[in-house]
Nanobody
Framework: DVQLQASGGGLVQDGGSLTLSCAAS????????IGWFREAPGKVREAVSC????????YYADSVKGRFTIATDDAKNAVHLQMNSLKPEDTVVYYC???????????????????WGQGTQVTVSS
């Protein structure tokens, strides 16, 4: 099984930036769908941003469009989520997920992902 390692969370002030990274324990993310999801207390887990490494198709939730950017590194060893203009409402635990069998129409579907990393906390202070 693929093991994912998420990193990059932390505490930042309103308007600040953070970069989350998701790496596979072995191999690369060649021809994978990788997603960043978040889950607020009492709410369902939702997609924040996702990418198909096969063709570069991306998805962004409306709440993060224009502020967050998802990208793979050149070797497809990791996927990064650059988060700019962070807001207090972005405070939550973020999870990365991966799967080799996600069709593009399901890119933001939580149930479509087979492998999940540990969560990383992002806290934005006002």
């Amino acid at each position: 099984d693929v093991q994912l390692q998420a990193s990059g969370g932390g505490l930042v002030q309103d308007g600040g930036s953070l970069t989350l990274s998701c790496a596979a324990s072995e191999g690369t993310f060649d021809d994978y769908a990788i997603g960043w999801f978040r889950e607020a207390p009492g709410k369902v887990r939702e997609a924040v941003s996702c990418i198909s490494t096969a063709d570069g198709t991306t998805y962004y939730a409306d709440s993060v469009k224009g502020r967050f950017t998802i990208a793979t590194d050149d070797a497809k060893n990791a996927v990064h989520l650059q988060m700019n203009s962070l807001k207090p409402e972005d405070t939550v635990v973020y999870y990365c997920a991966a799967s080799r069998t996600v069709i593009l129409s399901n890119l933001r579907n939580v149930a479509a992902y087979a492998y999940w990393g540990q969560g990383t906390q992002v806290t934005v202070s006002s």
